[in-house]
């Protein structure tokens, strides 16, 4: 059965899950990158980045997971590009180059129109202004059976837990302080919103835990 998903979204011990200041130089916020060292190194993600090998064991395997079975994306606006506002122009079309990773239909949440962009390698970018439910349905659809992953960031998380949409959580847990920035759990009951945890593990880079809703 297909789901709703959050896949290895990466948090600081203090909850964090992007650094203050976001910009085109630090997309994800100031410290932000130190979130995503656990997966940096993974096999997986060299993949991404056209390199071979990469580290195995249990980082891998959560960040291999995260791409399994996936239909389709939803992502907010700042997860696509820096650019706030009307769109000025179709220059920019995502932090990935040509080639993104998704492979799939994304649709992007945004509250200025624009075309969908076809990029290589079976991404197609949808931006949607009619909100989460449309977007989500629209994600379903495309998806054709396999899961909807929620890519980020933390106020689209956020918003797709207040609304009970969100079937399952991968939280990675990295050893890092922010102090400030976009906290995921903020003002959130995740035991009221049904939430239980049904697996952990901790590696040296991060500590992998699974929520699952009902």
Known sequence: ???????????????????????????LGVGGMALHEWAFATRTFQRMFGQEGGSTGIDEDFAARSFE???????????????????????WKGWWGANPPYHVPVFVLTHYPRESIVM????????????IQAALERAKVAANGKDVRIGGGV??????????LIDE????ISPVL???GERLFA???MVELGYRCVEHVSTEKAAHVVLRRG
């Open 1 to 27: 059965m297909s789901k709703v998903q959050v896949s290895a979204f990466s948090i600081s011990i203090d909850g964090y899950g992007a650094g203050p200041r976001q910009s085109l130089e630090n997309p």
């Open 69 to 91: 079975n996936v239909g389709a994306w939803i992502l907010g606006r700042n997860m696509f590009g820096p650019v706030r506002g009307p769109w000025p122009d179709d220059t």
């Open 120 to 131: 290589e390698g079976g991404t197609v970018f949808h931006f949607v202004t009619e909100g």
């Open 155 to 164: 106020a689209v998380i956020q918003q797709y837990l207040r609304a009970r």
């Open 169 to 172: 959580l991968h939280i990675a």
């Open 178 to 180: 922010l102090g400030s």
């Open 187 to 189: 003002d959130m009951d």
